[in-house]
């Protein structure tokens, strides 16, 4: 008998997303934690990388350095919670790379703190106006 090596499944036969009761909906949640002022760079990677919607919420975070000292009256003291934006944007799957690669173009200065980025897969969205689902919702 012999054995036939396969090849691993490409991420898109696979989706990592499908959960347990879930299904493929070809929708990923890019994650971005950027500095307040870089907002408008963000906004125009997500439209160059074709984003149709966004959720901006106000963060505060720290990375590798933990946070940073500043001095009040003479007495230096830390901060660990950075004040960032949290954004969030629904993409299609095919979409996802492109999105992040725009967002790093565009985001970045070079300097430390320029932010996160992540991608995490979606198992359901529904437009809650029309009940339309995954792909159609965006
Ligand atoms: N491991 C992490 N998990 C969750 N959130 C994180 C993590 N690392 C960073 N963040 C979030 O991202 C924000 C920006 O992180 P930051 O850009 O400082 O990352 P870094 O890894 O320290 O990179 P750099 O060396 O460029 O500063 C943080 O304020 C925090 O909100
Ligand atoms: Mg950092």
Not at 53 to 63: E, F, L
Request: aromatic share 6%; proline share 6%.
């Amino acid at each position: 008998m012999s054995t036939t090596l396969l090849p691993p499944p490409r991420e898109t036969e696979i989706d990592p997303g499908a959960g347990g009761g879930g299904g493929w909906t070809g929708v990923r949640l890019v994650t971005a934690v950027i500095p307040p002022s870089r907002l408008e760079q963000l906004q125009a990677a997500a439209a160059a990388g074709g984003a149709t919607g966004m959720t901006v919420s106000d963060a505060g975070g720290y990375g590798r350095q933990r946070g940073h000292s500043a001095t009040w009256m003479g007495a230096e003291y830390q901060i660990d919670f950075v004040p960032k934006l949290q954004v969030e944007l629904l993409v299609s799957a095919a979409d996802a790379d492109r999105v992040v690669d725009a967002l790093v173009a565009f985001v970045r200065t070079g300097r430390i703190g320029d932010g996160k980025v992540w991608v995490t897969p979606v198992e359901s969205v529904t437009r809650i106006r029309t009940g339309e689902a995954g792909l159609d919702a965006l």
